[in-house]
């Protein structure tokens, strides 16, 4: 048996598994799709004494959308859901075009959005797309709960704000005004394998044209996913042409701090950052006038 | 620590009842406990696709599942895809005539990948097909004819 052993628990209601977390604590983890969970217990690099698996829970997953346009995708919701969904894709068309890079279809069968986040990686694409998209997480205890902001919640890899006995219950994302356009890009050395590099991008244009509002999201640049906030200012104002693409590219490549990987130093990873910047406005300009 | 769990698996359509401790993976369930050897075991943590199965009918990693948690989901694995024993099914059958597996290490997980590929997307694209294969690594690296096989295969189907 390659995992240590460990204590399973499946209830059936959200009450029931915030319970088990709040009474065992750090020493039981949240099972929820088990595709980044499972390969580190197969390592024994995590070695829980007792699994909480919320594939059992009623209600946790499932796709929503309130009057104002807000969508709610619960937790356990797989990525299969989400990716096959028409909705998602016409509303919020930034969601399907980086989950075609999570990964492969075989793991997309199994993982969870909420999971995915929860757990953190900073090469992992979802993060950064929530920071994009300015989502908000609802997190879950048995004594209540709290909604923080995307931008709040990834503190450091593979860790979160979340409490000992808190569960990531919801994600909110609000909805893209008019005239937005989003792009995801990023470079991997194969197809599905975490990327050397990416980037998540929003531009909201105003009834003039100019850009009212952006947003640049990296992946695999830092010990979280991060934001670019210099880059996005320097776009407010513009028409979202060439030179002020061009110009936001440039402050976001020296912007990021990215740490280097196996595969990428940290300079190789600054020039993927201007480069896929400047690509991604560029297609999320044209597409905000589509 | 020793909690045993009984459970009782769908697999290729037969109820199989076994006492199994929770750590135990869905891949190691399928070879050790019910004999099913074709799901094969690479690097046992999700990345090379050997073990993949359907899992309701959609394409999974079974190193990365556990047996428990299968209880109530229909298990497909490759012994289930030959219509009778000595027989080949058509997408089998292309593996054999455009020569699609060398080793054969990697096979049933292909072939596993690519009938729920095939199910959802009867008329690929050579791209397609690539972009399908992508998460099963064949380490004789004989990729081409494993993507004429699976063109095939829809191109008989048709």
Redesign the interface.
Known sequence: MKPAPFDWHAPATLAEALALKAHHGDAARFLAGGQSLVPAMNFRVSQPAMLVDLNRVAGLDGIAWDADGTLSIGAMTRYRSIERDAAIAARQPLLIEALAEVAHPQIRTRGTLGGNLAHADPASEMPAVMLALGARFRLASSSGGREVAAADFFIAPLTTVLAEDEMLAEIRIPPLPSRSGTAFLEVARRRGDYAMLGVAVVVVRDAAGRCREARLAFLSAGPTPVLAPRAAALLRGTALDTKSIADAATMAQQEVEPMGSVQANPGYQRHLAGVLARRALSIAAARSLA | ???R?AITLDVNGTAYRREV?????LT?FLRHEIGLTGTHVGC???VC?AC?IL?DA????A????A??AEGHAIHTVEGLAPAPGQLNPLQQAFQDTHALQCGYCTPGILM?MT??LAENPAPTEHQVR??L??NLCRCTGYQHIVDAVLLAAERAR
């Open positions: 620590m020793s909690q769990i401790e929770p750590r135990l993976l190691d046992e943590h999700g696709g993949t899992w959609a394409p999974a990693r190193c990365l599942i556990f428990v948690q990948t729920a590929f972009d399908a992508s998460g």
